[in-house]
């Protein structure tokens, strides 16, 4: 078999350009059409370069052909180094010489490879399991999915079952030691895994090689390439009919206007009734403008306007509030606040109460002391027309007194409220105006001012007094209070110095 390279007319080293270049060159110099009285010949020659393009174009197999290329090229004959007596040499078959045609014919492609996986299997059959299942490869004319999927999904993961126990470089047996069988040990196993790894990337690339050049396989892509288009056609068919369909219901379809006629209509007299709502509460607010109303009597109005239909029961007079529902207003009238406002207002009521009671005493002593004994004596004699009236207008006063005074309970003013509520915000006011000024006092007295002592200017930091100082030369001396006595050490070096000087 002659090599890929010298097929093409190419080194080794050549890009991908220079085999295309070399492909096209070759191929039309051996095209079989231009060589009709030597076709055979032509036919080989034109095999062999379309065979050598395929395998040089594609990375993968350019670089595994260079690693095996001395075994294909020798027709796959080993070396004294290799044992190919107990594997099935599979080096001759990467050749497209070793089939004629895609048929079942002796020659023929799926007859060769046929055999061929046939002879691997019957090798590895001892080591497998007796379960194991080896797919065929079968025929020309096999079933994709029964027969040619399981086969490849079977062979492209293959891994040999066998020991490869004659690829070893040493005998066990005749280590001195435990030491040695040990070191031979660990050879023997990598020769073993070694040659393991390469049969198995040996059957692996044989099967990718026919896979590629199956026409069953072929026939099968262009099979799933129709079925996606024509499930593709489906799809924009149904989406066009769903479509029309859609288009058709509403040309059809009957819409109830009177229906529609009625809300809107509706909707027109509700707006009418809402106008003429805010129309009648925009009236009074302009007349009691005209008539130069004051902002309480406007306020009222507003109030008015917005608790219109509300319900007055909800209300608390003493505390100035209105509440939604009746557990929120009792929740209220069992609070504190609520009770304290009630106790002001019984007071305040008291203390009017006794007022007027005074003003009685005082106008009854008053009168003259006729008038007592004529009263003293009236369950004896009756009393004259000018009697009855003023005792009639006594009787009146004190009743409309009573009725006043009950009228003022239930329609308290809140002015002595607001007083109140006044009185406890300003007294809040100013327990916190006290506060913030201590709390700046002691910020103040917390915050001293580091100071240069030199030329008396503050500093924010004693970072920024001490670069003043460096930049300044203000450094100063401490003051030393000659009242006291001096340390001993202090004297000790005071009498060193005094040493050094002289």
Request: net charge negative.
């Amino acid at each position: 078999m002659r090599c890929h390279y010298e097929v093409l007319g190419i080194p080794m080293d050549a890009s991908l350009d220079d085999i295309k270049k070399a492909y096209r060159k070759s191929a039309l110099q051996w095209h079989p059409d231009k060589h009709a009285d030597n076709k055979e010949e032509a036919n080989r020659r034109f095999l062999e370069i379309q065979d050598a393009y395929e395998t040089l174009s594609n990375d993968q197999e350019r670089a595994w052909y260079d690693s095996h290329r001395e075994i294909i090229i020798n027709g796959g004959k080993p070396g004294e180094a290799d044992k190919d007596s107990f594997v099935f040499n599979i080096y001759p078959f990467f050749s497209p010489t070793c089939y004629r045609g895609y048929n079942d014919d002796e020659k023929g492609f799926y007859t060769v490879y046929r055999e061929v996986f046939v002879k691997i299997a019957e090798e590895d059959r001892p080591y497998y399991d007796r379960e194991t299942e080896i797919p065929e490869f079968g025929k020309s004319d096999s079933d994709y999915d029964s027969v040619v999927a399981p086969f490849y999904a079977f062979w492209l993961s293959y891994c040999c079952p066998r020991s490869f126990v004659w690829v070893e470089q040493h005998d066990v047996r005749e280590a001195n030691d435990r030491y040695v069988r040990r070191i031979m040990e660990k050879e023997n196993k990598k020769a073993r895994d070694k040659a393991k790894k390469e049969r198995n990337e040996e059957i692996r690339k044989i099967v990718e090689h026919v896979r590629k050049r199956d026409k069953r396989v072929e026939q099968y892509k262009k099979y799933l390439e129709e079925k996606a288009l024509l499930a593709q056609i489906k799809a924009k068919e149904k989406k066009e009919a769903d479509r029309l369909k859609r288009i058709e219901q509403l040309k059809n379809y009957d819409y109830d206007w009177s229906a529609i006629d009625q809300h809107l209509e509706e909707l027109e007299l509700e707006e009418k009734r809402n106008s003429k709502k805010k129309d009648a509460i925009k009236k009074p607010k302009e007349e009691a403008d005209e008539d130069g109303a004051s902002n309480d009597e406007i306020e009222d109005l507003d109030h008015e306007e917005d608790f219109d239909g509300y319900d007055d029961s909800l209300y608390c007079v003493a505390c100035d509030k209105s509440f939604r529902s009746d557990k929120a207003f009792q929740n209220h009238e069992r609070s504190k606040k609520h009770k304290e406002n009630v106790n002001a207002i019984k007071k305040h009521m008291r203390e009017e109460n006794a007022a007027f009671n005074e003003e009685n005493a005082d106008l009854s002593q008053t009168e003259s002391p006729e008038a007592h004994k004529e009263n003293n004596l009236g369950h004896k004699a009756k009393l004259s027309k000018k009697q009855k009236k003023k005792k009639k207008q006594q009787r009146l006063e004190i009743e409309i007194n009573e009725d006043t005074s009950e009228e003022a309970i239930e329609n308290l003013e809140d002015n002595e409220t607001d007083q109140i509520k006044q009185q406890i915000k300003q007294a809040e006011a100013e327990k916190s105006d006290v506060k913030i000024e201590k709390d700046q006092v002691d910020l103040k007295r917390s915050e001293k001012l580091p100071i240069c002592s030199v030329c008396n200017e503050e500093f924010e930091t004693r970072n920024k007094l001490f670069e003043h100082i460096k930049k300044e030369g203000h450094a100063a001396m401490k003051s030393v209070d000659e009242s006291k006595p001096l340390s001993h050490n202090a004297a000790k070096r005071n009498k060193r110095l005094a040493k050094n000087k002289k």
